[in-house]
């Protein structure tokens, strides 16, 4: 226990005018321990990281590094201490090699042949040591993002990273490219590298770190070794109170369909087919959850059918209405008018207008509803009624319709979403990403609204990366690759069996594909 | 109260005073460097503008075009589009003003030409600015670069044009007749003798500019065309999401843009000339720009700007007047200022006041 910590934080203060982002954490990681770092969003983890890699100064407090006490004052800084970071959204140029993006910032002369021969042995000892393989001369583009995300480790190594920092590294994997991560995390440690690992995921927590540190409203609230404790526990260190892990709902009573999607065809503005002839309905009294690692056509479905992106090919019947995709003109407000309702998968991107005040969001898209009108003006005091209803019914906090939605944490504004769509009462509900972002106490009252939604007899097709959430909510699972439906998997399906349709491996062609696990 | 927010006496009047008080402070320095006594230009461009009523009427003649062209670039500005071509969608208004007014002079009384004047300037104003917006609503060009191209055709249009077809015959100037009194709006100071506006231009066109801030504050806050204008320009993907048509949207916006603009050439034409003259705008459409980013795009804030830029206007007259050394520029370099520390510089207190405030917030909370 004598031996000098690899990072010690004491008493670290960071305030953003009136936000107390981070309140006195101490922190201590071991040296060549995984150490997660665990909390819901707005937690302060990604503030207390970013002060240790130098983008932000904290206001008060010290911090050690190999037992020295440190200034951070830029990211500089903190790589010639040994820190490297492997960001959520990789810091790659994508139209370079893996070894140019290896180099970049770190040429070390004028002429780029030099640095870079160099580099490429480096490179290679690098790889042998860590079993980090990919092809230098690689364009970054060409790879997936589980090998891009092995260039950006390889990056922080290139740099004589000691310390770690993976900020949310499996939001964008696949099971399997996960947990090959994980293998590549436990190589980093044997080497005597330190990992410090920041996710709001439970199992990852779980399965890879020695010691985990539960951050909770920006304050540090329990630090414990992860082989004594337990799911439940974090997730009740997190919330502040024990929260449902499981989606309590009864099977499923689904009745005709309500959407009937033929051989829909998506090309997107490159050129290059998104969606490919993808077929499937959704019966009234049911969710159909689509399940896949994000960019195989998830999200272009969802926005053809909401009328946002227009379709190839392909015929969609919605209530009994064939509606031709491949020729039709018809925009989100004509679905709308069909009783389809849409919560996008971006909700700050699509679903929400920032600058708006709540009830102005409460209305977006729906705005043309001649009850929200008095003649030409709009009728503000029905308007503001209605969000005051939602806001009560969704327990949106704070609860204030004047305040800017950019004023609400993340899962008050996906209330506010799901409210002023659940609330029209649409027939078929197109939903996407739910819960991304959001903390745990609000995914439990989103789960319930949904199974609610369902039993009222409502059609819901769920488009979600976190397997978790299609497999506690799904009444039927249809897995996505490539742009195609690659398998259909039934209420309690496996979550191996969904991992490898996710990657592209047929379940029956398992024994040729000796490459994955 | 949420994060990084003031309390709205700090927010709408603190820091813009702090802003123009920067502003005023380092064109005092540029007054000292000419060596003339700061405090004593300032008395004279105060008294110039305010001090006496044929001041206060010409300040608040030039405040009325910078109404109009102020509320053009605010409209737009709601739907994310900057329109830089208030200059000639203000010079191509005044046709309409001027084919009223020329058909109905000699026929009826001016309160009749006033709504095909109101209703012409504003035709054609949104009529310039239809082919910009549709380009940027269709094709992508964009709308900075297609409205100030339309300020040069739309300049050389009017030079054609008045040097022909509308020019009276046997003048040698570039210019219509000039209209009768059937193509006159009344003198202020016909209207109200009491306030002294003497031979100042100011003219009922003032209050066909107030109606305008009126109506543009009912039509982006009050209705549905307002919502779809606002949610587009503060986030289109959402927009689209929500079904709004960006072509509808750019295309009605354009056109609204322009027809206020338009508007401008009620004052000048049937205000104040009583002709269509070249050159009438004269920097207008341009100044129209600062008004808006100054009054946050907001009616009750772009009277106040236009008003703050009449008075420099005004002021500014007297000012290279009473003080020869102080030139006509000078007046535009005290103009740029406003706009550098009101405009472009507008958050560069903000964080200190913030600071400032949070310890004092902080005690309220507690």
């Not at chain 1, 305030?15 to 990681?29: C, E, M, R, T, Y």
């Not at chain 1, 092809?135 to 260039?151: C, K, M, S, Y």
């Not at chain 1, 290059?272 to 159909?288: C, L, M, P, W």
């Not at chain 1, 009624?385 to 806001?391: G, L, T």
Request: net charge negative; hydrophobic share 45%; aromatic share 8%.
């Amino acid at each position: 226990m004598s031996e000098t910590p690899a990072i010690e934080l004491r008493k670290i203060n960071k305030s953003f005018g009136p936000v107390h982002a981070n309140k006195d954490i101490d922190l201590v990681v071991k040296k060549g321990s995984i150490h997660g770092i665990i909390g819901e969003n707005g937690a302060g983890k990604s503030t207390l990281m970013s002060i240790l890699y130098g983008f932000y100064q904290a206001d008060k407090g010290d911090i050690f590094v190999d037992g020295q006490k440190v200034t951070i004052p830029d990211s500089k800084a903190a790589i010639a201490m040994g820190i490297g970071m492997v960001h959520q959204h990789f810091m790659l140029v994508d139209n370079f090699s893996v070894l140019e993006n290896v180099v970049l910032g770190a040429e070390d002369s004028q002429l780029l042949a030099g640095g870079l021969t160099r580099a490429r042995s480096e490179l290679k000892r690098l790889e042998d040591e860590y079993e980090l393989r990919v092809d230098p001369d690689a364009l970054i583009e060409d790879l997936p993002v589980g090998l891009q995300q092995r260039v950006e480790i390889l990056k922080a190594l290139y740099r004589s990273a000691e310390i770690l920092i993976l900020d949310e590294p499996t939001g964008v994997l696949t099971p399997a490219e996960a947990d090959h991560l994980f293998k590549i995390l436990e190589v980093l440690k044997n080497e005597g590298k330190t990992v410090l690992l920041i996710t709001h995921k439970l199992r990852e927590i779980m399965a890879i770190t020695d010691t985990v540190s539960v951050m909770r409203r920006g304050e540090m609230v329990a630090t414990v070794e992860t082989e004594h404790t337990s799911m439940e526990q974090l997730a009740e260190l997190m919330v502040g109170r024990s929260v449902l892990l499981r989606v309590d709902k009864k099977p499923a009573e689904p009745q005709a369909p309500v959407m009937e999607v033929s051989n829909l065809t998506v090309t997107d503005s490159r050129g290059v087919q998104v969606v490919k002839d993808v077929s499937f309905e959704v019966r009234a009294g049911e969710i159909v959850g689509i399940a896949g690692v994000s960019g195989n056509g998830q999200s272009e479905l969802l926005e053809t059918l909401a009328g946002i992106r227009s379709a190839t090919t392909g015929v969609l019947k919605i209530n009994g209405e064939t509606i031709d995709l491949g020729t039709s003109t018809l925009d989100a407000a004509d679905m709308r008018d069909k009783s389809m309702g849409h919560v996008p998968e971006d909700r700050h991107r699509m679903g929400l207008i920032n600058s708006f005040t709540e009830y102005e969001n409460s209305i977006l898209g729906y705005h043309r509803d001649p009850a929200y009108s008095k003649g030409l003006l709009m009728d503000l005091s029905v308007i503001k009624k209605n969000a005051v209803d939602e806001i009560e019914k969704y327990d949106i906090r704070p609860p204030n319709p004047m305040l800017k939605t950019a004023n609400f944490s993340g899962g008050n504004q996906q209330k506010i979403v799901l409210a002023r769509e659940i609330e029209r009462d649409p027939e078929v509900l197109l939903v996407g990403q739910p819960t991304r972002g959001v903390d745990i106490g609000a995914i439990e009252f989103i789960h319930r609204r949904l199974v609610e939604m369902r039993d009222a007899g409502k059609g819901i097709l769920l488009v979600s990366v976190e397997l978790d959430e299609i497999r506690a909510l799904s009444d039927r699972v249809l897995v996505m690759f490539d742009g195609r439906i690659v398998g259909e998997r039934g209420a309690n399906a496996e979550e191996g069996d969904l991992g490898l349709l996710m990657a592209g491996v047929d379940t029956n062609s398992k024994s040729l594909e000796g490459g994955v696990q | 109260m949420t994060a990084g927010q003031l309390p709205r006496w700090v927010d709408l009047g603190l820091i813009p005073f702090l802003n123009l008080a920067a502003a005023f402070l380092v064109s005092g320095l540029v007054v000292i460097l000419i060596g003339e006594n700061p405090l004593e230009a300032v008395q004279i461009l105060v008294w110039g503008s305010l001090g006496y009523g044929e001041g206060i009427g010409f300040t608040l003649f030039y405040a009325t075009n910078f109404i109009f062209t102020g509320l053009a670039v605010a409209v737009a500005f709601h739907a994310g589009l900057f329109n830089i071509g208030g200059e000639g969608q203000a010079y191509i208004g005044g046709l309409g003003v001027a084919m009223a007014c020329l058909a109905l002079d000699g026929i009826v009384p001016w309160y009749l030409t006033l709504p095909f004047a109101i209703v012409g300037s504003a035709a054609m104003g949104a009529a310039w600015a239809f082919i910009p917006a549709w380009l940027q609503a269709t094709r992508g060009s964009h709308v900075v670069i297609t409205t100030i191209m339309f300020n040069f055709i739309a300049s050389s249009l009017m030079v054609y044009l008045l040097n022909g077809l509308l020019k009276e015959e046997g003048s040698m100037q570039p210019e219509t007749r000039t209209f009768e009194d059937g193509g006159r709006l009344p003198f202020l100071n016909d209207l109200f003798p009491s306030f002294g506006f003497g031979y100042a231009p100011v003219n009922l066109s003032l209050f066909v500019a107030l109606a305008a801030c009126l109506l543009v504050w009912l039509l982006i806050w009050r209705t549905k065309l307002g919502y779809e204008i606002r949610s587009f320009g503060a986030n289109a993907t959402a927009a689209v999401y929500a079904g709004i048509s960006p072509v509808r949207t750019i295309v009605i916006t354009m056109l609204i843009s322009g027809g206020l603009a338009g508007m401008m050439a009620i004052n000048e034409i049937m205000g104040s000339q009583h002709r269509l003259l070249i050159d009438f705008v004269t920097g207008y459409g341009f100044v129209g720009i600062a008004v808006a980013l100054m009054g946050r795009a907001h009616p009750v804030g772009i009277i106040l700007a236009a008003i703050l830029f009449g008075m420099l206007y005004q002021g500014g007259a007297e000012l290279s007047f009473e003080m020869p050394n102080i030139t006509r520029d000078m007046i535009i370099v005290i103009q740029g200022l406003v706009i550098l520390f009101a405009g472009a510089l507008e958050y560069m207190f903000r964080p200190a006041i913030i600071r400032l405030f949070t310890p004092a917030l902080k005690a309220k909370e507690a």
